[in-house]
């Protein structure tokens, strides 16, 4: 039996309590040198710390980094992979200090020496008894820090530059004879995805490294992964005809491996996610994304064939190969809801859980200019309740950050929270979105704030237009860039009822002024430079426009983000306060870019689930 009830009044099991249970989060995924599955997982039950962990032959896990140490860095502020195995011990960031510990025994035997460093990505280079990372020094009185590649000796803690000279530097790798450094390089104004190239340099028998050369990429590809085979050769994923597709530098030259569908990868927002593996010198295992849902494809190095995984997986955002065996994260490149090991064609869950809700529909539609954008329709869906005939769901359009990001197919504990309660969910990947080529995400240059909004509208109205949702309850939730795609929209058109604007930007020429290295100059990509930068700073700042927005707005605001300063964030606030909306803003100490504490994660869901609940009740 089920309980009739109006949509968006359902009661859920998934509740803020809920929320945090489902909280954890897991990334990297790593055979280590036995063969252990590993993995780093984030848990808000313990402050957002995360645990670099082991899967041990009984079914147990081992947490490798020690009681209260924090596995995480700050590297171009959104951090990435902070570990790496040597024999049996670890190498890994700590959040506290930012240095690079060495871990034996559950305990940290030795930690990098000087002042202002961060590591991540660290690899060891045993033949010259050192740790190879990307690196980051900070100054006091500098306002950016110098990046590139560094080396710390094993012995000693000491460190010292190999590579500078770039803005930005990722993927440091040793060639198997330890001859050859390999790394990825970019510069201010470009993203790495805009313009990321490929460099290798040759290392001499004292560690020093000689003059980098450019083998690959550049300002009409990106390069984003790197592997070295055995025999001293390149594996690489570089963009090619509009998408990311592996490619081979040998003997001097570059040439492309397979044609695979979709592409290969996503942005590099957080350095060290891979999504390319070498299960054998002659085979490779790539994730394809293609237009927002994950494939696995094989490529025989020596013929270029090309296999499809035939496995029914989720979708898969970062992999790792030893043998005939995968390790896998389901969900997001970054860190996803579970991790899963892939065995002579048996799947085993190792970590997390993977959702149990029906996978949305996949749509496109029509918007401006004759263009098609995409998005992935969540409907209401509860055992215990149904709706009373012929009405209609309120909508949540919900927004990714990046505004790179790719919304995933994977019916989340996030997307749940809703659904079970009533509402319908669309997750637009709006023109700007990875995952559907280098076109429709660059057709995002000098549109930030209108090609996203425009189709986050497009896709409302669409689903309106079908009698799929409620034209009076529509809602616009999203974080980070996504928050200032819903700022606009407000600002912009009255399609919206209400929207939730989590640590979202609301000054965007303060990316500028204010934010950190890695986005100083993404402002010339997004709004354009000299008088088209400031043409857009004047229509599209909401801090400045506050009069447009006419609907309640609730803010959730980290007091410690360098990427969005939370005085933004207080101004817009007290601003629509001061015209008589039903503006709230939540700020929580201790908090960066992103929730990662327990206790906020659980307040943020209790107060937006109440605030789109009033909304409704006032309709």
């Known amino acids: 039996m089920t309980t009739v009830a109006p949509y968006g009044t359902w009661d859920s ?72 195995f040597d024999g049996d011990a670890l190498w890994c960031a700590g959040f506290d200090d930012l240095r690079l510990a060495r871990v034996e025994g559950g305990a940290v035997t030795m930690r990098s020496t000087g002042e202002g460093w961060r590591f991540a990505e660290p690899v060891v280079d045993a033949r010259r008894d050192r740790v190879v990372a990307v690196a980051e020094r900070h100054t006091s009185g500098e306002r950016y820090p110098v990046n590139g ?86 594996v690489f994923t570089m963009e090619a005809d509009d998408r990311w597709q592996p490619h081979l530098w040998e003997n001097g030259a570059v040439r492309r491996l397979a044609d695979i569908p979709g592409e290969l990868g996503g942005p590099m927002w957080m350095v060290g996610t891979r ?66 090991h892939l065995r002579e064609g048996a799947l085993r869950l190792v970590a997390g859980s993977l959702p149990d809700g029906p996978y949305p529909e996949s749509i496109a539609f029509a918007t401006e200019g004759g263009a098609v954008a995409h998005g992935f329709f969540h409907a209401p869906h509860s055992l215990a309740y149904r709706a009373p005939a012929g009405t209609l769901p309120p909508l949540i359009v919900t927004v990714h950050g990046g505004p790179t990001g790719c919304a995933s197919p994977l019916p989340t504990s996030i997307v749940r929270f809703w659904t079970t309660r009533g509402f319908a969910v669309l997750d637009v990947n709006y023109r700007g979105s990875a995952g559907f080529g280098r076109a429709y995400r660059q057709a995002l240059r000098g549109q930030w704030g209108v090609m996203d909004v425009t189709d986050c509208v497009r896709g409302a109205m669409h689903l309106v237009a079908a009698g799929r949702v ?138 937006e689930l109440a605030f789109y609940q009033r909304a409704l009740a006032d309709r």
């Open 275 to 340: 999504t390319i593996a070498l299960r054998s010198d002659d085979a490779l295992v790539c994730v394809a994304n293609e237009r927002g849902r994950s494939r696995l494809y094989e490529v025989d190095l020596r013929t270029g064939e090309v296999t499809r995984y035939d496995e029914e997986l989720p979708h898969v955002g970062a992999i790792d190969a030893q043998g005939g065996e995968l390790l896998l994260v389901a969900g997001f490149n970054t860190m996803g809801p579970a991790v899963l």
């Open 13 to 84: 099991t998934l509740t803020p309590d809920a929320m945090v249970a489902h909280g954890r989060r897991y990334g990297f995924p790593r055979f280590d040198p036995r063969g252990a599955p590993t993995w780093c997982e984030s848990r808000p039950d313990e402050g957002g710390r995360v645990v670099v962990c082991r899967r041990l032959p009984d079914g147990s896990v081992e947490e490798l980094n020690p009681p209260g140490f924090n596995a995480r860095t700050r590297v171009h502020e959104y951090g990435g992979r902070p570990h790496t």
């Open 470 to 607: 409620r034209p009076d309850a529509l809602f616009i939730r999203g974080g980070s860039a996504g928050g200032y795609t819903v700022l606009q929209a407000l600002c912009d058109h009255d399609v919206f009822h209400g929207g939730a604007c989590h640590y979202g930007v609301s000054h965007p020429r303060s990316l500028t002024a204010e934010t950190h290295k890695f986005e100083a100059r993404y402002d010339a990509f997004l709004f354009g430079e000299g008088d088209d930068f400031e043409r857009s700073m004047r229509e599209r700042t909401p801090l400045d426009h506050p009069e447009r927005i006419r609907v309640p707005v609730i803010f959730f605001q980290g007091m410690e983000d360098l990427a969005v300063l939370p005085s933004q964030t207080v101004k817009i606030h007290e601003a629509l306060q001061a015209q008589g909306l039903a503006s709230e803003c939540h700020l929580y100490e201790g908090e960066q870019h992103g929730f990662r504490r327990a206790e906020t994660i659980r307040d943020v869901w209790a107060k």
């Open 149 to 234: 590649i560094a080396a710390v000796d094993r012995a000693t803690g000491d460190v010292r530059w190999l590579v500078e000279g770039h803005d930005f530097a990722a993927a440091p790798t040793p060639s198997p004879d330890g001859a050859r450094l390999a790394f990825i390089a970019w510069d201010h104004p470009h993203m790495s995805w805009d313009a990321a190239a490929l460099y290798v340099a040759d290392v001499a028998d004292d560690g020093s490294v000689g003059e980098p050369v450019r083998v690959a990429g550049g300002e009409d590809g990106s390069v984003n992964e790197l592997l070295w085979r055995s025999d001293g050769t390149l």
